[in-house]
Nanobody, 119 residues
Framework: VQLQAFGGGLVQAGGSLRLSCAAS????????MNWYRQTPGKSRELVAG???????NYADSVKGRFTISRHSAMNMVFLQMNSLKPEDTAVYYC??????????????WGQGTLVTVSS
């Protein structure tokens, strides 16, 4: 499974960005798809996840501002980020949990896309 994330950039506080992640390879084995983020000196944290059936979950820090969605036919997952805050500044990573022969602990990771929110 290969994941390609894109859509990061520089935005002012209060603005919006939409991240996208495209999956390829053994896509029929993908279960949950997630967005994580990481800032220097901190561990990677889960921002939002969505199940194969489309059920989302969010970190408390982004509830009400971020929306995760999934387009299974296109093998893509999106993260709509609204009301962005400077503390949302991070590198955002797409992650996919995979079952079957392609299973890997922790799943597969995209290359990361930088989101910078200026105050």
């Amino acid at each position: 499974v290969q994941l390609q994330a894109f859509g990061g950039g520089l935005v002012q506080a209060g603005g919006s960005l939409r991240l996208s992640c495209a999956a390829s390879g053994s896509i029929f084995t993908i279960n949950n798809m997630n967005w994580y983020r990481q800032t220097p000196g901190k561990s990677r944290e889960l921002v939002a996840g969505i199940t194969r059936g489309g059920f989302p979950n969010y970190a408390d820090s982004v509830k009400g501002r971020f929306t995760i969605s999934r387009h299974s036919a296109m093998n893509m997952v999106f993260l709509q980020m609204n009301s962005l805050k400077p503390e949302d500044t991070a590198v955002y990573y797409c992650n996919a949990g995979v079952s079957g022969a392609a299973y890997r602990p922790g799943g597969y990771w995209g290359q990361g896309t930088l989101v910078t929110v200026s105050s």
